[in-house]
């Protein structure tokens, strides 16, 4: 079968043997798959992002000198089934999967592994017990999207975002979209989002952004005086100060009904905000920009070692939370929101290609006014629009 496989930074298409499913397993054809942005940094810096899984225990690639067939974001149609595996999904049904395989005591990630080929393939396989039929005929270029969607769905529920709270997006490639997508499913009222690129600008906009800023011309934060936030230590000052003066006027004692508003939730308002950039750098640019008491949503990776000013964010008492991934309940979920039509998902996908395309579509990814997801059909002869 045909295969895209990466090796010493280079990309071919090349023939490789049939995958053969083994007990509990599924062999699937590809329908779709999408190019993630981890494959575009693996690609380039295999051998920094082996070291850094090695030192957490992971070692199914290791080195730039081994051969990988990337491809994690997949729909796909099961073929056939291992031995003694149960035949809940019939051959023919059209699936998506969570991109883990189980090799006797340890776990590969699909396409992040040497020994477990990823979906820049016609075939390959998948845990059945990981396996998810698509509902209600949900297009296949649109099931893809599912586990990328699903790091956004995994993003916005670990930062326990209410209705009313603001949301700040920064950076607008596919993680970025897909959280604005998934915030604006979720029924945020007001979600800004921020990106240098005109075209990632757009896309926003069509997935459901109600502020888009340029932040060469204008702070995604510029707006903190109208949303309630307190942008700086004075006005954080004057709060306390203030605050305990009125108190002082009424009847009750003061710190009874500061204790009730505490507990009733009445504290400053402050923003969600989502880093989906993951470059060197930003997070501090966060810091220094953010109100104070904001939630930082660290999704975007950067692959580089990185500094902050902790003092900075310990005077704004800022909350950095970092998530990555998703439980199979989220893969799941996610999949349900977009087979009914409760996240639109669409404007993500600007192009699709086939396995002799794939080349040519990472080097399109580098132009962030043209491209945001691209798809691999590998059935198709097609090559970058």
């Keep these: 079968m045909k295969v895209v496989i990466c090796k010493d930074k280079q990309l071919a298409v090349a023939e490789r043997p049939e995958p053969i499913p083994k007990q509990g397993q599924l062999l699937v054809k590809v329908l779709r798959c999408g190019i993630c942005g981890s494959d575009l940094h693996v690609r380039q810096h295999c ?178 005086k109208e949303f309630g936030f307190i942008g700086d230590t004075p006005s954080l000052l004057e709060l306390a100060v203030g605050t305990k003066e009125q108190l002082d006027k009424l009847p009750l004692p003061w710190w009874l009904v500061w204790r009730m508003a505490d507990q009733l939730g009445l504290g400053p308002n402050r923003p969600i905000v989502f880093e989906c950039v993951g470059a060197k750098g930003v997070l501090q640019s966060i810091i220094n920009g953010a109100p104070q008491f904001s939630r930082v949503m660290v999704v975007g990776v950067c692959m580089q070692a990185d500094q902050i000013e902790p003092a900075i964010a310990i005077t704004k008492e800022i909350e950095l939370c970092f998530v990555q991934g998703y439980s199979p309940l989220e893969f799941r979920d996610t999949l349900h929101l977009l087979a009914e039509g409760k996240v639109n998902a669409a404007p993500l996908v600007t192009s699709t290609v086939g396995l002799g395309g794939v080349e040519e579509a990472f080097n399109a990814l580098r132009n962030p006014d043209r491209h945001a997801k691209i798809l691999i059909d590998p059935t198709s002869t097609a090559t970058v629009e």
């Design 47 to 224: 051998d920094h992002w082996g070291s850094l899984m090695a030192r957490q225990g992971y070692r199914g690639l290791t080195s730039s000198s081994q051969e990988v067939v990337f491809g994690h974001e997949f729909s796909a149609e099961v073929l056939e089934h291992g031995p003694k595996t149960k035949r809940t999904l019939r051959a023919g049904t059209r699936v998506v999967s969570v991109p883990l395989l189980r090799r006797g005591s340890e776990i590969d990630l699909i396409g992040l592994s040497e020994r477990s080929i990823g979906a820049y393939a016609e075939r390959t396989v998948v845990e059945a017990s990981l396996t998810m039929p698509i509902p209600n005929g949900l297009a296949p270029d649109i099931a893809a999207l599912t586990e990328p969607m699903a790091v956004g769905w995994h993003a916005v529920l670990r930062s326990e975002i209410k209705r009313k709270d603001v949301a700040i997006v920064i950076g607008c490639g596919p993680v970025g979209l897909a959280i604005i997508c998934l915030l604006k499913a979720k029924g945020i009222d007001t979600i800004v989002a921020s990106d240098f690129s005109a075209g990632r600008r757009a896309l926003a906009n069509q997935c459901g952004a109600d502020i888009v800023v340029n932040p060469a011309e204008s702070s995604p934060y510029a707006d903190w």
